[in-house]
């Protein structure tokens, strides 16, 4: 299959070019045989975070005051896209993926001294940072999480679980949501919750990792918190206004992750490509069976078709139009294309599919992820009926 330089739905551009080329240069230095030793051993890529590093590739969207680039969504999804399209498929997106948006309520709604103190190191690479919002009890319902901040003169003392924390066994910081107010004294759910940014203390957060289906080498995990210390200058924001600082970072996750799931399903569908055009069996090309090109060819059309909407959103992002629609529908489109995609990839291969040696049942599995996270299929088809169609809410 022939790569194109740039994605079809997306304004070439010089900087573009160069942004392309010099991510795929980085990602061809770790192959696939590199990236299954990583999740054999369950192991953090190191050394693939700190090239992006140096790069300097973890501040695409960070201000230059900052050390970023000052770049769009547009620019992030493009990087995202290459990086899926590598060996190291989403968890290598997942390494440096917070980096991309999860500075964004610091750098929208901090103050100049946090700005100076907190972006920096992870521009730079020398902090990692792991997201602390889910909770084993409210799921997808962040109104009613229950890990609680108690303020106490100048310093916040914090208690509660959070639950599929990634990196957080390598994290130095955790950007944490936690409520001030219990709901039940709110006007309105969204209201009474605390963003902070700060020190993962690892003698008050204690780090139980999840087994799970794919991705090892970027570890999930449950954390709890006990009696955590944190001071009033790590607040990001007015305490109880957290939940609508998130909001501002949702829509470009979808985006990305919709990016990031194109790139994955593509290199699944070239590998499926190559080994149909290698693979002879009673004495022809498996290629040559229809029932081997029809499913490869609608993938290919799936994924550009989804691709198409994943620029669009980012776009309409960039211009700071209203994108919740279109950025929830590139993340469904993009993730089941993808699925899709790696699923005909498996079955390509035959039995050799399931064999870890030809590496696209790891694409497999890592692909389940964007279909669940960060929002499920079912919340994002309710979220169309009832914001676009304007049907009654269903829950």
């Known amino acids: 299959m022939k790569k194109p330089d740039l994605p079809a739905g997306i304004l070439a551009t010089d900087e573009r070019l160069q942004i392309a080329d010099s991510v795929r240069r980085i990602c061809d230095r770790f192959d696939d045989e590199w990236w299954l030793e990583k999740e054999r051993a369950a192991e953090f890529p190191h050394e693939f975070h700190q090239a992006m590093a140096e790069a300097g590739w973890l501040g695409i969207t960070m201000p230059e005051e900052y050390g970023g680039a000052n770049l769009g969504v547009t620019d992030a999804s493009l990087l995202m896209q290459i990086i899926g399209n590598s060996a190291g498929v989403m968890a290598a997106c997942s390494s440096i993926h917070i980096n991309l948006f999860g500075p964004h309520a610091m750098v929208k709604h901090g103050t100049k001294e946090q700005k100076d103190r907190m972006i920096p190191p992870l521009v730079e690479g020398k902090h990692i940072a792991c997201f602390g919002v889910t909770e084993p009890d409210a799921g997808l319902d962040t109104t009613h999480i229950t890990t609680r901040a108690v303020k106490k003169g100048d310093r916040y003392i914090v208690n509660g679980q959070k639950v599929w924390t990634s990196t957080a066994q390598q994290a130095h910081k955790i950007l944490l949501l936690t409520r001030t107010t219990p709901i039940e004294e709110c006007k309105r759910p969204i209201d009474g919750m605390t963003l902070f940014y700060t020190d993962f203390d690892r003698s008050r957060i204690s780090v139980t990792p999840i087994e799970k289906m794919g991705r090892a080498a970027v570890n999930s995990n449950s ?173």
């Open 223 to 395: 954390i709890f918190i006990d009696n955590l210390e944190i001071p009033e200058e790590d607040r990001i924001g007015e305490e109880g206004a957290g939940f609508k600082l998130l909001l501002d970072s949702l829509n470009p996750e979808r985006v990305l992750v919709a990016a990031e799931a194109i790139g994955v399903g593509r290199r699944a569908l070239e590998k499926a490509a190559d080994y149909a055009n290698e693979r002879v069996v009673f004495g022809r090309k498996i290629g040559q069976n229809q029932s081997i090109q029809h499913p490869l060819a609608q993938s290919w059309m799936a994924l550009e078709a989804a691709d198409l909407m994943v620029w669009h959103a980012a776009r309409l992002y960039d211009e700071g139009k209203s994108c919740g629609a279109e950025a929830n529908s590139a993340k469904f489109l993009a993730a089941d294309a993808a699925f899709d995609a790696c699923d005909r990839a498996v079955r390509t291969h035959g039995g050799f599919g399931y064999a870890k040696e030809y590496h696209v049942e790891r694409y497999f599995r890592e692909i389940m992820l964007p279909r669940i996270a960060p929002v499920t299929r079912e919340l994002i088809m309710s979220f169309i009926a009832e914001r676009v169609l304007e049907l009654p809410k269903s829950y």
